[in-house]
Structures are given as structure tokens and as C-alpha cells.
């Protein structure tokens, strides 16, 4: 799946991805359930990918990821994988209670 994820003109780009495996929402979900933003910072390193379905990112961005970039644009980005799997991050954190 691709969508193109529009924030600031300069910075648009494409993202792709697959569907989650169960070994990503265990590492996103454990986030969920503290209640912690920090996963989706984590939903961003494990699921989008390049054109060439490659990893955008590493483990090592996430405190870039949860620093210095706009996080309305991060929301969107998960929010729409997350359309595509049915579920939100609001619904998982009432899942998760």
C-alpha cells in the first residue's frame, strides 16, 4: 500500500506499507498500553517503507521522530496505515485498558 503524506510542501514524500505483522504490534502496543506517544514514533520505524520496500527508518531516528518533527504530521502518517488495518490508535489504547 502507498500514500503520498503531505505536511510541509518541501517535505512531501511518498510512504508505503504492508500490513503489521503481530511481532510490530507487539512492539507498538506495548507503547499503547503506557499510554506513551512514543508509539507512534515506533509505528513509524517499523512500518514505512521506500519504493523499494526498505525501512524509512532505524531505531535510530526515534528521538528525531519524537523531537523535531511536526506531530500532526506523524498522526497522519499512522492514522492512515491505520485506516487500512481497521483500527486507530485510540481504539487500540481502549483495547489495551
Keep these: 500500500m502507498a500514500r503520498e503524506i503531505t505536511g510541509?510542501?518541501?517535505?512531501?514524500?511518498?510512504?508505503?506499507?504492508?500490513?503489521?505483522?503481530?511481532?510490530q504490534r507487539d512492539k507498538i502496543f506495548k507503547y499503547i498500553a503506557e499510554n506513551s506517544l512514543e508509539g507512534l514514533a515506533e509505528s513509524i520505524i517499523q512500518r514505512c517503507l521506500d519504493a523499494d520496500g526498505k525501512r524509512m527508518f532505524a531505531?535510530?531516528?526515534?528521538?528525531?521522530?519524537?523531537?523535531?518533527?511536526?506531530?500532526?504530521?506523524?498522526?497522519k502518517i499512522v492514522s492512515a496505515m491505520n485506516e487500512d488495518e481497521g483500527a486507530t490508535i485510540e481504539e487500540a489504547r481502549k483495547n489495551s485498558d
Design 59 to 75: 531505531q535510530t531516528h526515534k528521538k528525531e521522530l519524537m523531537t523535531r518533527q511536526d506531530p500532526d504530521v506523524l498522526v
Design 8 to 23: 510541509h510542501s518541501d517535505n512531501d514524500c511518498e510512504i508505503f506499507w504492508k500490513p503489521s505483522t503481530l511481532a
